[in-house]
């Protein structure tokens, strides 16, 4: 595949990443947000083939594959399960409206990008000009974290932002040492089910997953 092609290619997926975390930090139903979860690694792991293809990078080829398996597949049935047992379909509550987080979330692009050009200058990977993309969707999904007030849709951009480091990784690197990426993918799945047993203990106690009731745990 001709690299300006795949270049080409691969800044169109990651425009779609980006807006794939605007589309997260406006959404204020949980089932959408893990099925948006779900079509962000859908987008990473096909990104990451056309790197792998075009740079000869075999070990990306595992990547793209493991991005399928966690991100687009067990994941995201993971937490439809873990709603499904808690039976919560309610909306998102934010604390701040979401006009506000979308411009805050602009604001944070516009940082990630200038953040991102000095960098981008020295690398000379294919992917380089999806750096402040990365950076961008990081940034976006750290912001749906600290906006949401449930304990669910945090979580949520907690994976979103390990999607957006990984896509970062690939932009500037092509991608971790296999190794590291399944150390990490691990310990991703792992704290996907330790945070589905909090879940499981804070319904328990408060009968709510408002997060503004882990302030009772400090008083007793």
């Known amino acids: 595949m001709d690299q300006t092609f795949s270049g080409q290619l691969v800044n169109l997926f990651a425009a779609f990443l980006l807006l794939i975390a605007f589309a997260m930090l406006s959404q204020r139903r949980v089932l959408t947000l893990i099925r948006l979860f779900a079509w962000q690694g859908a987008a990473l792991a096909a990104s990451t083939l056309i790197v792998a293809y075009s740079t000869g990078q075999t070990h990306l080829y595992f990547s793209a594959a493991l991005a399928v398996l966690l991100k687009v597949m067990l994941i995201p049935w993971v937490l439809h399960r873990l709603i499904d047992r808690l039976q919560v379909r309610w909306d998102v509550e934010t604390l701040i409206n979401i006009p506000a987080t979308m411009l805050i979330g602009i604001g944070l692009v516009i940082f990630a990008f200038a953040l991102a050009a000095p960098i981008s200058e020295m690398a000379n990977t294919v992917t380089r000009s999806t750096l402040g993309i990365a950076n961008a969707s990081v940034l976006l999904s750290f912001l749906m974290m600290i906006v949401r007030r449930k304990a669910v849709p945090q979580v949520i951009g907690f ?62």
């Open 159 to 220: 994976l979103a932002m390990e999607n957006g480091l990984f896509f970062a990784a690939t932009s500037a690197t092509y991608g971790m040492p296999l190794v590291v990426e399944l150390g990490v993918a691990l310990d991703v799945l792992v704290g996907t089910f330790i945070f589905g047993i909090f879940f499981f203990h804070i319904r328990e106690q408060f009968d709510s997953l408002d997060i503004r009731h882990m302030e009772k745990l400090k008083e007793d």
